[in-house]
């Protein structure tokens, strides 16, 4: 559920799931300057391990964690049949279109295929951000 958006003292939260650090590391360096709370997670099990918080707007989910096809966008679905609609940005290193298609049925924002081209990585970001503050 998308709370009104955060108390002045809180920035919204972004969680993001990928299984490689380095990815983390790199996606939270480039999503800083929004002034949003980056909560990072290496598996879909660690982040369903937790409790979703008032303060988060959305999530960028790895298509693939850990090598095993589609296990983001079934953390998406296990989310969205659990009620848990915030909007989702899908990142994929390889993907095709029935891996498309499928994240888009479980109401994915988009779908980005790796190397993704950053300024449109941050322009959906953004829209979420928008949508946040409009509510």
Known sequence: MISSLVT??????????????????????????????????????????????????????????????DSGIELLETLVKGGCHLPTIILASSSDIPTAVRAMRANATDFIERPFIEHLLLRDVQQIINGAKAH
């Open 8 to 69: 002045k003292n809180h920035h919204p939260i972004i969680y993001l799931v990928d299984h490689q650090k380095d990815a983390r590391t790199a996606l939270s360096k480039l999503l800083s300057p929004l002034k949003v709370t980056i909560k990072c997670f290496a598996s879909a099990e660690s982040f369903m391990r937790q409790q979703i918080s008032d303060d988060a707007i959305g999530m960028i989910i790895e298509a693939h964690l850990e090598g095993k096809k």
